[in-house]
């Protein structure tokens, strides 16, 4: 049954609205898209459980081409202005953060801390905040909730939030939220379909992610045999949309699976995706990049079937936007928050 997501939107608003306590999300603060996206939307699902009123900042987004969300995707909920979240608003707890230069209360993620140091620098944080930001005396940052938003938690909770039609566990959950949140702008909606329009995809095809560039800093990346081996023994099928952001992966594609047929919106110059080359390039080609790869994601979600990697955020994504017995991995058999 097709979502009306407007109708959905406008749900989701008016319960949020009547909330007290309050989350502020720093979106964009620090990784790709959709590690932060993703995120997001765990947050947001653990906002609704705890009844916890959410709105975003992402006014200083690393993916932001003027405004920050709104410059790709249709509002939701309320956006906070205060370009203190810019200096102060963390995304993880403890993580290593600069300042204008100047170190802020904080250290490496998962360091060894004198717990009374710890504290100490816990106090000076909040007073700082207050003293830049009055009303965070009644808010949670980014950071004060990740533990629990990003957690084994949620892997294991079940979620009944009748208003919306979640009932269900963090995918379920997600899927809905996701329904409602991935709402274009116009003009950027007539941009996706101009890219989706460049490729003539059969009514049937299988959907591939295989990520290359520093995906490797985190995990050893799967040999792309492995993807096509799944590929084979799930489905008959043999043509592929392939998600990629290396060129050389659909070089090798070609080359040894002559029985398949392989479409990408992957341009032949790509050799990779450095997080922080990226976030380098001007505002004009990083906005190019994210149509594409809006574009990608969803001609993936339409697929048969996916198969990708689960420890990366676009698995992640897909498992949880997509019908799950659509979804595998050829890293992990299940599901997970990566």
């Known amino acids: 049954m097709k979502v ?13 609205d009547s909330f007290d306590q309050k989350l502020i999300f720093h979106l964009g603060a620090e990784a790709g898209f959709f590690s932060e996206y993703n995120n997001m939307i765990l947050a947001m ?5 705890h009844r ?8 200083d987004a690393n993916f932001k081409y003027e405004k920050g ?12 202005q205060n370009h203190y979240h810019a200096l102060h608003h ?22 060894i801390i004198n717990p009374a140091r710890l504290q100490k620098n816990k106090l000076q944080d909040r007073l700082t905040r207050l003293r830049y930001f009055p009303e965070a005396r009644s808010s949670y940052f980014t950071y004060e909730l990740w533990d629990r938003f990003h957690s084994g938690y949620m892997q294991n909770t079940d979620f009944n939030i009748p208003e919306l039609g979640i009932i269900g566990d963090v995918r379920d959950g997600s899927r809905v939220l996701i329904e409602l949140t991935w709402r274009y702008q116009p003009e950027v909606e007539k941009e996706i379909k101009k890219n989706i329009n460049t490729i003539e995809l059969p009514a049937e095809y299988i ?16 040999e ?26 659909i070089i090798e594609l070609q080359k040894n699976y002559s029985q398949w ?55 992640m994504f897909l498992g949880m936007r997509m019908d799950r017995t659509k979804c595998f991995g050829v890293d992990f058999d299940d599901w997970r928050i990566s």
């Open 4 to 16: 009306d997501k407007n109708r959905l939107a406008e749900k989701y608003k008016q319960l949020n």
């Open 45 to 49: 699902l653990y906002c609704l459980k």
């Open 52 to 59: 916890i009123r959410f709105t975003l900042f992402s006014a």
């Open 69 to 80: 969300w709104t410059d790709f995707f249709l509002p939701f909920c309320e956006e906070e």
């Open 90 to 111: 963390r995304r993880r707890p403890l993580q290593l953060a600069k300042n204008a230069g100047n170190s802020i209360v904080s250290f490496v993620h998962n360091q």
């Open 207 to 222: 959907g591939l992610h295989i990520r290359g560039g520093d995906k490797i800093i985190e995990r050893e990346l799967e």
């Open 224 to 249: 792309i045999e492995t993807y096509i081996v799944k590929a084979e023994s799930l489905s008959s099928c043999r043509t592929a949309f392939v998600l990629t952001d290396d060129y050389r992966v």
């Open 261 to 315: 047929n392989f479409f990408t919106l992957c341009e032949k110059t790509s050799l990779g995706y450095y997080h922080n080359a990226f976030n380098k390039e001007d505002n004009a080609f990083k906005r190019d990049q994210h149509i594409k790869l809006f574009a990608s994601l969803d001609l993936l979600s339409k697929a048969a079937l996916f198969i990708g990697t689960y420890s990366s955020n676009i698995g």
